[in-house]
Protein backbone atom coordinates (compact mmCIF):
# COMPACT_ATOMS: atom_id res chain seq x y z
CA UNK A 1 0.00 0.00 0.00
CA UNK A 2 1.53 3.43 -0.82
CA UNK A 3 2.31 5.61 2.11
CA UNK A 4 0.84 9.11 1.75
CA UNK A 5 2.50 11.87 3.45
CA UNK A 6 0.29 13.19 6.84
CA UNK A 7 -2.94 15.75 5.89
CA UNK A 8 -1.52 18.91 7.37
CA UNK A 9 -3.63 19.59 11.36
CA UNK A 10 -4.71 23.06 12.26
CA UNK A 11 -3.96 24.29 16.02
CA UNK A 12 -7.04 23.40 18.07
CA UNK A 13 -9.10 26.99 18.37
CA UNK A 14 -11.92 25.74 21.77
CA UNK A 15 -10.75 27.51 24.74
CA UNK A 16 -12.17 25.49 27.48
CA UNK A 17 -13.55 27.10 30.42
CA UNK A 18 -15.18 24.70 32.66
CA UNK A 19 -16.15 20.90 33.08
CA UNK A 20 -19.39 19.42 34.88
CA UNK A 21 -20.22 16.38 35.39
CA UNK A 22 -23.78 15.36 34.35
CA UNK A 23 -24.11 11.77 34.58
CA UNK A 24 -21.95 8.63 34.78
CA UNK A 25 -22.26 4.77 35.12
CA UNK A 26 -19.95 1.71 34.51
CA UNK A 27 -19.64 2.61 30.82
CA UNK A 28 -19.36 6.17 30.48
CA UNK A 29 -19.84 9.39 31.89
CA UNK A 30 -21.41 12.55 30.39
CA UNK A 31 -19.88 16.31 30.82
CA UNK A 32 -21.19 19.56 30.22
CA UNK A 33 -18.39 21.85 28.83
CA UNK A 34 -18.54 25.35 28.97
CA UNK A 35 -15.96 27.11 25.72
CA UNK A 36 -14.93 29.74 23.80
CA UNK A 37 -15.48 28.40 20.51
CA UNK A 38 -13.72 29.24 17.47
CA UNK A 39 -15.91 32.23 16.86
CA UNK A 40 -15.39 33.77 20.09
CA UNK A 41 -18.32 33.04 21.36
CA UNK A 42 -19.58 31.33 24.18
CA UNK A 43 -20.58 27.72 23.77
CA UNK A 44 -21.66 25.32 26.28
CA UNK A 45 -20.53 21.24 24.31
CA UNK A 46 -22.12 18.01 25.74
CA UNK A 47 -19.45 15.65 25.67
CA UNK A 48 -19.67 11.58 26.53
CA UNK A 49 -16.70 9.87 28.09
CA UNK A 50 -16.34 6.18 27.76
CA UNK A 51 -14.50 4.17 30.05
CA UNK A 52 -13.72 1.49 27.44
CA UNK A 53 -12.48 1.07 24.02
CA UNK A 54 -14.40 -0.34 21.77
CA UNK A 55 -13.19 -3.62 20.16
CA UNK A 56 -14.53 -5.24 17.17
CA UNK A 57 -13.53 -8.96 15.80
CA UNK A 58 -13.41 -10.58 12.69
CA UNK A 59 -14.01 -14.23 13.06
CA UNK A 60 -12.24 -15.78 9.79
CA UNK A 61 -12.03 -19.57 9.39
CA UNK A 62 -10.12 -21.84 6.55
CA UNK A 63 -12.94 -21.13 4.38
CA UNK A 64 -13.55 -17.41 4.80
CA UNK A 65 -16.62 -17.95 6.53
CA UNK A 66 -17.16 -15.50 9.55
CA UNK A 67 -19.73 -15.26 12.60
CA UNK A 68 -21.58 -11.97 13.47
CA UNK A 69 -24.12 -11.53 16.12
CA UNK A 70 -27.74 -10.01 16.23
CA UNK A 71 -29.29 -8.28 19.62
CA UNK A 72 -32.05 -5.75 20.10
CA UNK A 73 -30.58 -2.59 20.49
CA UNK A 74 -32.48 -0.73 23.17
CA UNK A 75 -30.46 2.91 22.49
CA UNK A 76 -31.73 2.73 18.71
CA UNK A 77 -34.70 0.50 19.05
CA UNK A 78 -33.39 -1.55 16.31
CA UNK A 79 -32.18 -5.41 15.75
CA UNK A 80 -28.29 -4.77 15.21
CA UNK A 81 -26.71 -7.40 13.13
CA UNK A 82 -22.57 -6.86 14.05
CA UNK A 83 -19.37 -8.05 14.01
CA UNK A 84 -18.43 -9.73 17.86
CA UNK A 85 -17.20 -7.23 20.21
CA UNK A 86 -14.10 -7.87 23.25
CA UNK A 87 -10.97 -9.95 22.83
CA UNK A 88 -7.63 -9.27 20.16
CA UNK A 89 -5.83 -10.75 17.95
CA UNK A 90 -4.26 -9.63 14.82
CA UNK A 91 -4.95 -5.47 14.85
CA UNK A 92 -7.17 -4.48 11.17
CA UNK A 93 -7.84 -0.47 12.28
CA UNK A 94 -8.31 2.04 14.97
CA UNK A 95 -11.43 4.24 14.85
CA UNK A 96 -12.92 6.85 16.24
CA UNK A 97 -16.75 6.25 16.17
CA UNK A 98 -18.45 9.18 16.74
CA UNK A 99 -15.81 12.04 17.30
CA UNK A 100 -18.13 15.34 17.37
CA UNK A 101 -19.91 14.02 20.81
CA UNK A 102 -17.92 11.46 22.39
CA UNK A 103 -14.04 10.40 23.18
CA UNK A 104 -14.88 7.10 22.56
CA UNK A 105 -11.95 4.92 20.62
CA UNK A 106 -12.48 1.41 18.59
CA UNK A 107 -10.04 -0.84 17.29
CA UNK A 108 -10.84 -3.88 14.73
CA UNK A 109 -8.94 -7.02 14.63
CA UNK A 110 -9.13 -10.29 13.02
CA UNK A 111 -9.07 -13.45 14.44
CA UNK A 112 -8.19 -16.50 12.46
CA UNK A 113 -7.49 -20.50 13.90
CA UNK A 114 -10.14 -19.99 16.60
CA UNK A 115 -12.08 -23.28 18.13
CA UNK A 116 -15.58 -23.06 18.91
CA UNK A 117 -16.13 -22.78 22.56
CA UNK A 118 -18.84 -22.15 25.45
CA UNK A 119 -20.60 -18.12 25.43
CA UNK A 120 -20.80 -16.54 28.46
CA UNK A 121 -23.28 -14.00 27.81
CA UNK A 122 -24.04 -10.62 30.21
CA UNK A 123 -27.57 -10.22 32.09
CA UNK A 124 -27.69 -7.15 29.14
CA UNK A 125 -27.41 -9.78 26.12
CA UNK A 126 -29.84 -12.02 24.42
CA UNK A 127 -27.98 -12.91 21.42
CA UNK A 128 -28.40 -14.58 18.13
CA UNK A 129 -25.44 -16.06 16.33
CA UNK A 130 -25.09 -16.30 12.35
CA UNK A 131 -21.93 -18.22 10.55
CA UNK A 132 -21.87 -16.87 6.60
CA UNK A 133 -19.45 -16.55 4.06
CA UNK A 134 -17.54 -12.93 4.74
CA UNK A 135 -18.61 -12.06 1.21
CA UNK A 136 -22.27 -11.89 2.35
CA UNK A 137 -21.58 -9.95 5.52
CA UNK A 138 -20.00 -7.78 3.04
CA UNK A 139 -22.94 -7.40 0.82
CA UNK A 140 -25.16 -6.74 3.38
CA UNK A 141 -23.08 -3.77 5.19
CA UNK A 142 -23.63 -2.71 0.84
CA UNK A 143 -26.96 -3.00 1.06
CA UNK A 144 -27.47 -1.06 4.05
CA UNK A 145 -28.56 -4.24 6.53
CA UNK A 146 -25.59 -3.68 9.09
CA UNK A 147 -25.07 -0.08 10.23
CA UNK A 148 -23.26 -0.56 12.90
CA UNK A 149 -20.20 2.64 12.49
CA UNK A 150 -17.79 -0.49 14.02
CA UNK A 151 -19.02 -3.45 12.09
CA UNK A 152 -19.36 -1.30 8.78
CA UNK A 153 -15.91 0.26 8.79
CA UNK A 154 -13.86 -3.56 10.26
CA UNK A 155 -15.70 -5.21 7.00
CA UNK A 156 -15.15 -3.10 4.53
CA UNK A 157 -10.94 -2.66 5.90
CA UNK A 158 -11.28 -6.10 5.68
CA UNK A 159 -12.59 -6.28 1.86
CA UNK A 160 -10.21 -3.64 1.03
CA UNK A 161 -6.65 -5.14 2.21
CA UNK A 162 -7.60 -8.87 2.10
CA UNK A 163 -7.95 -7.74 -2.08
CA UNK A 164 -5.22 -5.93 -1.85
CA UNK A 165 -2.98 -9.20 -0.66
CA UNK A 166 -4.30 -11.67 -2.50
CA UNK A 167 -3.70 -9.35 -5.84
CA UNK A 168 -0.07 -9.05 -4.81
Not at 62 to 75: K, S
Not at 102 to 118: H, M, P, S
Not at 132 to 137: G, H, T
Not at 138 to 145: A, D
Amino acid sequence: MKKNKPLPVAPNPWKPRSSEEIYQNPWFSLHEDKVINPAGGLSHYGKIHFKNLAIGIIPLDENNNTWLVGQYRYVPDCYSWEIPMGGGWQELMKLHTSNSVTDERGLVYVARGLTEGETEFEDTEELLIQKLPLEEAIERVLSGEITDAISVAGLLKLKLTHLTNTNK
